[in-house]
């Protein structure tokens, strides 16, 4: 889910209420910018609209259980680790993952210096708290290490969203390539990604590369707390992602990015660096309509609602007039939203001349 | 040193040959995950290695419990990274004594095949995703010479290590063009607790010792003499 950021203006797509088996058959939206128009397609059909020199760029970041619960009304949602270890988490009350975020209880008042237990093995204490927002607080687990990881599989769970029939398990939050455990929600635009289509994209000649972004939580229940969203996250370009975003450049091929944590990151790079220089850094980069891509040229996403802060960061992609008529048709052709929803393509020249 | 800058998970880690290499990888520069049950067990051995200046990560989960893949490859990505050479040591004999086919309960034969079959198959499917993008990696099932003979009373066991040794020609076939490597490897007879539960009369004085198995394994590993997808017996590979 995104955060709203305003009224409505466009018929709402339904969401994808479960984790769906279909093969292959999840729909793609392909939205041209260039030609000003959009077609209905599978995903399995995505390799037709990349061509030889193109680079895909995948975020492998695994998605940790960052949901805990202290108290049968306090769970605590991570969602960023500062370089010390300890993480920032939100708290919620009352209710569990069937009710929407915005309608959840207020949780109790959390003190610096207490002790939260989630497991017999597992506990954290509050080492600080937002100035503005009592229900921001950073937290340092009780173990490190091996202990801490073993520990946190065991008593957290995926954050989950109310939309959906039934609660999230580990491994349907899990991306197939996912490595290293740095996203606090699923990097969903990787998500109906096979190896099957994977490994037709190389074989067509496209070139895959991957940055690790950890992606942040993407709803607060509040309204003042989610217009602070998307946090500063971190992520990591290893030295062959750079080493191909440049190669791709001087070859003429265009960067599509699988997500926009892909597009944070790269364009993080570029805003910071001038190049997507390989590193690890922190980005606070936000697109919008009035931000012009420098490194990513196509987005392949998930699909949600024009007034989202996802929409906002299409608008850098393709005019918000085009998009607004492909998601008011792809409402009305029954395309479904959300992070396990259909799929759209943004990308110039996609559907040809 | 040989396998600086990688990361490397071994099950079976807490005794044996699946010590050995633990040890063995960490000594030759690996960052080491060793998994296994016996928490107690393995926390020594991850001790030791790191009093030895190595780097290894304890990390208790059974491999046959379908719920601990996820968290396991989560946990040791975390500590490590991505993981560049996944090492399948851990297997069930079943009950002991070994027992005749008509002697042996559906239960146990399928508990074996979740841990010797399954448990690898899950875990490399989730590992291994990432060794296919990164185009790196390395896969090792350590199978037997059961695999390829029918010794009455070794059933379970036996069926699942052939089903192994099938697993990786398999996996070899879809994964050799991106660069990664995955074989089987028979390490021969050792004295290790494994044989004993299954040949408690043999004399241990004419098996192997898993180090030295061990040292043969991490060998052959880079010898690019052995095609990717193959059965190797270790005792028997020489350098070249």
Same mark, same amino acid.
């Given at each position: 889910m995104n955060a709203p950021l305003s009224s409505d203006v466009s018929p709402r797509l339904a969401p994808a209420r479960s984790r769906r088996s279909g093969f292959q058959t999840e729909r793609l939206l392909v939205i041209d910018p260039q030609g000003g128009r959009f077609a209905d397609h599978r995903i399995a059909e995505l390799p037709r609209f990349l061509r030889r020199q193109d680079l895909l760029v995948l975020n492998d970041a695994a998605t940790l259980p960052a949901s805990l619960w202290a108290e049968p009304a306090l769970e605590l949602r991570l969602m960023a680790e500062e370089d010390d270890g300890s993480f920032w988490a939100v708290s919620f009350g009352a209710g569990d993952w069937r009710l929407p975020t915005e309608a959840r209880g207020t949780p109790r008042a959390l003190r610096s210096g207490e002790f939260l237990r989630f497991s017999a093995a597992l506990g954290a204490t509050i080492v600080e708290r937002d100035t503005r927002e009592p229900r921001w607080v950073r937290l340092r687990f009780s173990l490190t290490g091996a202990s801490l990881y073993q520990a946190l599989y065991a008593a957290g769970k995926p954050i989950q %969203?109310? %939309?959906?029939?039934r609660p999230l398990a580990l491994w349907d939050v899990q991306n197939g390539y996912a490595a290293r455990p740095v996203a606090f929600e699923l990097p969903s635009a990787g998500r109906p990604l096979t190896f099957t289509t994977l490994f037709e994209l190389e074989r067509r000649g496209v070139t895959l590369a991957r940055v690790t972004h950890a992606a942040g939580i993407s709803s607060t229940g509040s309204a003042s707390l989610d217009a602070? &969203? =998307? &946090? =500063?996250e971190r992520y990591d370009i290893g030295s062959d992602a750079s080493a191909e975003l440049a190669r791709t450049r001087s070859a003429g091929g265009r960067v599509i990015a699988a997500g926009t944590s892909v597009v944070r990151a790269l364009e993080g790079a570029v805003a910071a660096h001038g190049v997507p220089q390989a590193g690890t850094n922190v980005t606070d980069l936000l697109l919008s309509a009035r931000t012009r891509p420098r490194v990513v040229d196509g987005l392949l996403t998930g699909l949600h609602d024009a007034d989202t802060t996802h929409f906002a960061l299409m608008e850098a992609f393709a005019p918000r007039a085009l998009l607004l008529r492909a998601l008011a048709h792809a409402a009305r052709a029954g395309y479904v939203q959300h992070e396990f929803g259909d799929s759209c393509l943004v990308l110039a020249g996609a559907l040809g001349p | 040193m040989k396998f600086t800058g990688q990361s490397a998970l071994v099950t079976g880690a807490s005794r044996g040959l699946g010590r050995a290499l633990s040890e063995q990888l960490a000594r030759a520069g690996a960052r080491v995950v060793a998994v296994a049950r016996a928490r107690e067990e393995l926390d020594a051995v991850v001790a030791g290695i790191r009093e030895r200046g190595g780097e290894a990560h304890a990390l208790s989960y059974d491999i046959g419990d379908k719920q601990a893949i996820y968290p396991l490859a989560g946990a040791a990505a975390a500590l490590v990274g991505p993981i560049d050479l996944l090492v399948h040591n851990a297997s069930s004999l079943g009950p002991t004594p070994l027992r005749l086919l008509l002697d042996t309960e559906c239960e146990d034969f399928s508990a074996v095949l979740e841990t010797n079959l399954l448990g690898p198959f899950r875990l490399s499917r989730v590992l291994g995703g990432s060794m296919a993008l990164r185009k790196r990696g390395c896969i090792v099932h350590i199978t037997s010479d059961a695999s390829v003979n029918a010794y009455p009373t070794w059933g379970a066991y036996s069926v699942s290590k052939a089903a192994l040794d099938h697993l990786t020609r398999l996996w070899a076939a879809e994964l050799g063009e991106r660069d990664v490597r995955v074989l089987s490897v028979d390490p021969g007879e050792m004295a290790t607790r494994m044989h004993a539960d299954a040949l408690p009369d043999a004399d241990p004085n004419t098996l192997a010792d898993p180090q030295a198995v061990a040292g043969q394994i991490l060998g052959l590993l880079s010898d690019p003499r052995i095609q990717n997808g193959a059965r190797v017996e270790a005792q028997t590979w020489r350098a070249a």
């Amino acid at each position: 889910m995104n955060a709203p950021l305003s009224s409505d203006v466009s018929p709402r797509l339904a969401p994808a209420r479960s984790r769906r088996s279909g093969f292959q058959t999840e729909r793609l939206l392909v939205i041209d910018p260039q030609g000003g128009r959009f077609a209905d397609h599978r995903i399995a059909e995505l390799p037709r609209f990349l061509r030889r020199q193109d680079l895909l760029v995948l975020n492998d970041a695994a998605t940790l259980p960052a949901s805990l619960w202290a108290e049968p009304a306090l769970e605590l949602r991570l969602m960023a680790e500062e370089d010390d270890g300890s993480f920032w988490a939100v708290s919620f009350g009352a209710g569990d993952w069937r009710l929407p975020t915005e309608a959840r209880g207020t949780p109790r008042a959390l003190r610096s210096g207490e002790f939260l237990r989630f497991s017999a093995a597992l506990g954290a204490t509050i080492v600080e708290r937002d100035t503005r927002e009592p229900r921001w607080v950073r937290l340092r687990f009780s173990l490190t290490g091996a202990s801490l990881y073993q520990a946190l599989y065991a008593a957290g769970k995926p954050i989950q %969203y109310a %939309y959906l029939e039934r609660p999230l398990a580990l491994w349907d939050v899990q991306n197939g390539y996912a490595a290293r455990p740095v996203a606090f929600e699923l990097p969903s635009a990787g998500r109906p990604l096979t190896f099957t289509t994977l490994f037709e994209l190389e074989r067509r000649g496209v070139t895959l590369a991957r940055v690790t972004h950890a992606a942040g939580i993407s709803s607060t229940g509040s309204a003042s707390l989610d217009a602070r &969203l =998307p &946090l =500063p996250e971190r992520y990591d370009i290893g030295s062959d992602a750079s080493a191909e975003l440049a190669r791709t450049r001087s070859a003429g091929g265009r960067v599509i990015a699988a997500g926009t944590s892909v597009v944070r990151a790269l364009e993080g790079a570029v805003a910071a660096h001038g190049v997507p220089q390989a590193g690890t850094n922190v980005t606070d980069l936000l697109l919008s309509a009035r931000t012009r891509p420098r490194v990513v040229d196509g987005l392949l996403t998930g699909l949600h609602d024009a007034d989202t802060t996802h929409f906002a960061l299409m608008e850098a992609f393709a005019p918000r007039a085009l998009l607004l008529r492909a998601l008011a048709h792809a409402a009305r052709a029954g395309y479904v939203q959300h992070e396990f929803g259909d799929s759209c393509l943004v990308l110039a020249g996609a559907l040809g001349p | 040193m040989k396998f600086t800058g990688q990361s490397a998970l071994v099950t079976g880690a807490s005794r044996g040959l699946g010590r050995a290499l633990s040890e063995q990888l960490a000594r030759a520069g690996a960052r080491v995950v060793a998994v296994a049950r016996a928490r107690e067990e393995l926390d020594a051995v991850v001790a030791g290695i790191r009093e030895r200046g190595g780097e290894a990560h304890a990390l208790s989960y059974d491999i046959g419990d379908k719920q601990a893949i996820y968290p396991l490859a989560g946990a040791a990505a975390a500590l490590v990274g991505p993981i560049d050479l996944l090492v399948h040591n851990a297997s069930s004999l079943g009950p002991t004594p070994l027992r005749l086919l008509l002697d042996t309960e559906c239960e146990d034969f399928s508990a074996v095949l979740e841990t010797n079959l399954l448990g690898p198959f899950r875990l490399s499917r989730v590992l291994g995703g990432s060794m296919a993008l990164r185009k790196r990696g390395c896969i090792v099932h350590i199978t037997s010479d059961a695999s390829v003979n029918a010794y009455p009373t070794w059933g379970a066991y036996s069926v699942s290590k052939a089903a192994l040794d099938h697993l990786t020609r398999l996996w070899a076939a879809e994964l050799g063009e991106r660069d990664v490597r995955v074989l089987s490897v028979d390490p021969g007879e050792m004295a290790t607790r494994m044989h004993a539960d299954a040949l408690p009369d043999a004399d241990p004085n004419t098996l192997a010792d898993p180090q030295a198995v061990a040292g043969q394994i991490l060998g052959l590993l880079s010898d690019p003499r052995i095609q990717n997808g193959a059965r190797v017996e270790a005792q028997t590979w020489r350098a070249a």
